[in-house]
């Protein structure tokens, strides 16, 4: 069974910075995309950064030049650091990954989601 694991959030004051990490656990072939989400109450869940197996990133523009996403291929984890951070980004935080398993030498892609982690931007 594959799961991910999400660490690192709490409270934080405006201007301070967070490092959210991601691991992968369970039995796989291999990770594919790793991004992260965040969501808060009323409102849908939102893209705030992906990448590749290959370390091609993307960030949604609310967060660009202040977060950082990115992953140890060896340790199956993702990271996102998160500086300058703004009361707006006060959200609960997920994790998604794509991830190949193969059985019977056939591949099933999948999409996997974390618990999630609360960051909470206040003074």
């Known amino acids: 069974q594959v799961r991910l694991v999400e660490s690192g959030g709490g409270l934080v004051q405006p201007g301070g910075s967070l490092r959210l990490s991601c691991a992968a656990s369970?039995?796989?072939?291999?990770?594919?995309?790793m991004g992260w989400y965040r969501q808060t109450p009323g409102k849908q869940r939102e893209l705030v950064a992906t990448?590749?197996?290959?370390?091609?990133?993307n960030y949604a523009d609310s967060v660009k030049g202040r977060f950082t996403i990115s992953r140890d291929n060896a340790k199956n984890t993702a990271y996102l650091q998160m500086n300058s951070l703004k009361p707006e980004d006060t959200a609960v935080y997920y994790c998604?990954?794509?991830?190949?398993?193969?059985?019977?030498?056939?591949?099933?892609?999948?999409?996997?989601w974390g618990q999630g982690t609360q960051v909470t931007v206040s003074s």
């Open positions: 369970g039995m796989f072939f291999s990770i594919n995309a």
């Open positions: 998604n990954a794509r991830i190949t398993t193969r059985i019977s030498l056939k591949d099933y892609i999948d999409n996997y």
């Open positions: 990448i590749t197996s290959g370390g091609s990133s």
